[in-house]
């Protein structure tokens, strides 16, 4: 017997390449495409995959057999991994696989351009770009690397995947926005005017701009013609029909949420169980008068469909493109005239004064992964196929049960986009998923086998942060920090303001979500949260102590890092407890018949949690304490949870 060992990529790189949400969900639903193309092509040579194991009906979706249920969630994402292995007989050919793979894409690409320019001609310069890009070479864009070995364990494929084959070549000007070194279609007036009429936008002019010296009237999006495909190809994936290749398609989300929509969700929700219906119809009818479009009319966020449900609102209602529901965006947007842009101020500012808040400018993006899985996968893969399996199988619901949008959940990985609030319930849902899958994967472990864990990384981005640098980043802070500094089986977080990152902290998820004698993170920032509440003005109460604990750090701190030993360092964290202690009381309102004794008790509960969570990293014998190095960011990244735990951002001006 032998095993078929596949990959195809760039990953990373390909995935990265993206200015919209829906850049990052096409590129990787593309790339698990692909590699389902090539799985079902083995299948037809009576290859069996050995793992991972594609999600029920996948392969028959792919091939027509079959038409996924219009709630199935897995048929919106990628689900197959990019490497895969298969169990093959003596006759079986890997070159149809690699065949396959390029002739799928050349067939998908050709009825994504029918579809966005119809029946116009293209220019001989515009069809010279595309030939080449497509047509004469697909492996300029895809690596694709096989192997048939006599073993199904993973190490076998290893050095086969740095091998390289190909150049991509040069490319020339006016280089593609999205992806670097590719030259752009030069598209003319006509083929803009074409495309638009059959409903695809290829213009910046399309999208709100508030960079105003950036903007210019149907100046192009300038991309490649790998890029527009990426951009294009869901609105007409499901009418894509390859006879001769034994492929289908079926129907996908015409668009992922913006990063405006993802952050305004929950106010979204909180505005329109406040709103009338007839307010917020209003209101949407004046924006769409003076040409704002309905980007989001499409865009299904649990939180803010139950909201819609429950109150008696059109189901395409907050449809509006998603930076219009921040006033400042609003200022700066291209309307018609001043008086349009204040009366549209006006308005939303209406919208903000009944709900009591505004959208809040933070999103999530959640990437996970699990750790050791190729020593997993060397011992016992079919196993751990199983689990993987099962885990994929439940990862879509999860997402969705926290109002997020799930961009890829294949084997072991998963990446989502969520809303601010439900970030971390959503995380320890997913950890919790995976540990239960493997549980029932292996109700007796083999002996030396590696526990089953995952990590993850957070981050909680700034919704104007471009999307380019943030997958990057998130696979560094998971594999340098959680997996690395951390130890594996732990969550990194980091913080993404305006101007850039803010923070990062990392710790193990049982520090962070199951103490044996503390209180969890969510329970501690719930603690938090309701002793602001007690004042008349929370935030600022909560503000308060975060300040002045900072302060406290700032002054302890040098003297810490001078302290090179624990027994000079243990001091200087009893004197930090002690002043979080009374820094704590002073700004914590005594709540009616409250004993003095439990009061104490309760603040110095609090206290011993939040150094808790503080706990060093594995590789460092310092005591809990936020003057740890690593944890100094907890104090901050508390202070910004808080302020974020509803999505929502203070009282209208």
Request: glycine share 6%.
């Amino acid at each position: 017997m032998s095993y078929f060992h596949f990959s195809i990529g760039p990953v990373q790189e390909f995935v990265n390449q993206a200015r919209r949400t829906n850049d990052f969900w096409g590129g990787s639903f593309l790339l698990s495409w692909l590699a389902g193309v090539a799985m079902l092509c083995a299948r037809n040579q009576r290859a069996q995959p050995v793992y991972p194991l594609p999600p029920d009906d996948y392969l028959d979706w792919l091939a027509g057999i079959k038409r996924p249920q219009p709630g199935n969630l897995l048929a919106k994402v990628g689900a197959i991994p990019n490497r895969f292995c298969m169990r093959v007989d003596a006759d079986f050919d890997p070159l149809q696989v690699e065949q396959a793979v390029h002739a799928a894409w050349v067939a998908l690409c050709g009825h994504t351009r029918d579809q966005i320019f119809g029946s116009t001609t293209l220019s001989p310069a515009v069809q010279a770009v595309w030939q080449r890009q497509i047509l004469d070479q697909p492996s300029r864009l895809w690596e694709i690397n096989w192997l048939i070995t006599e073993s199904e364990k993973p190490q076998a494929f290893n050095p086969r995947k740095h091998w390289r084959s190909h150049g991509r070549g040069q490319e020339g000007a006016p280089f593609c926005a999205l992806m670097a070194g590719w030259q752009a279609l030069p598209l003319s007036e006509e083929e803009l005017q074409a495309a638009s009429q059959q409903g695809y936008h290829l213009t910046r002019d399309a999208e709100l701009e508030t960079d105003r010296a950036a903007r210019s009237n149907n100046t192009p999006e300038n991309l490649c013609a790998p890029a527009l495909i990426k951009r294009h190809f869901a609105k007409s994936f499901a009418s894509f029909n390859a006879p001769q290749l034994g492929l289908q398609g079926w129907a996908l989300p015409p668009n992922a949420p913006s990063t405006h929509y993802l952050a305004a969700a929950p106010w979204l929700a909180a505005m329109v169980a406040t709103v009338s219906p007839q307010q917020l119809a209003a209101h949407e009818a004046l924006a769409a008068r003076l040409g704002v479009a309905g980007d989001e009319a499409q865009t299904r966020l649990r939180m803010v469909q139950q909201a819609k449900q429950a109150h008696a609102h059109q189901a395409d209602a907050c449809s509006l493109n998603a930076p219009f529901w921040f006033d400042n965006e609003v200022s700066n947007a291209k309307l018609p005239s001043a008086d349009a842009t204040q009366a549209l101020l006006t308005s939303l500012r209406a919208l903000y004064s009944a709900t009591g808040a505004r959208p809040a400018n933070h999103y999530v993006l959640l990437l996970m992964d699990g750790d050791q899985m190729g020593k997993m996968l060397k011992r016992v893969p079919e196993q751990v196929a199983g689990a993987l399996k099962q885990f994929t199988d439940r990862v879509p619901g999860i997402v969705d049960e926290h109002s997020g949008f799930l961009v890829y959940a294949g084997g072991d990985d998963v990446l989502a986009l969520l809303p601010a609030p439900v970030a971390l319930a959503c995380a320890w849902a997913l950890r919790q998923a995976y540990l239960k899958a493997f549980a029932d994967a292996f109700t007796t472990a083999p002996p030396n086998l590696p526990p089953a864990s995952i990590s993850c990384a957070l981050l909680y981005v700034h919704s104007k942060t471009p999307l380019t640098p943030l997958l990057a980043g998130a696979h560094t802070l998971l594999d340098e920090v959680a997996k690395g500094q951390c130890g594996r089986d732990s969550v990194a977080i980091q913080v993404w303001k305006r101007s850039g990152l803010n923070l990062t902290f990392a710790q193990k998820w049982r520090h962070l979500f199951e103490p044996a004698t503390h209180a969890s993170l969510p329970d501690l920032l719930q603690t938090l949260a309701q002793d602001a509440r007690q004042s008349s003005q929370p935030r600022q109460v909560s503000a308060k102590f975060f300040q002045r604990a900072q302060g406290v750090l700032q002054e302890l701190l040098p003297l810490y890092q001078r302290a090179t030993i624990p027994a000079a360092q243990q001091p200087l964290n009893e004197a930090c407890q002690h002043l979080l202690r009374e820094e704590y009381r002073h700004g914590l309102p005594k709540l009616p018949g409250e004993a003095t004794v439990s009061r104490e008790q309760r603040i110095a509960s609090l206290i011993a949690t939040l150094m808790h969570l503080a706990a060093p990293l594995p590789d460092t014998t310092l005591p809990d304490s936020p003057l740890a190095a690593p944890q100094a960011a907890l104090l901050p990244l508390l202070q910004f949870l808080i302020d974020n735990l509803d999505g929502l951002e203070g009282n209208p001006a």
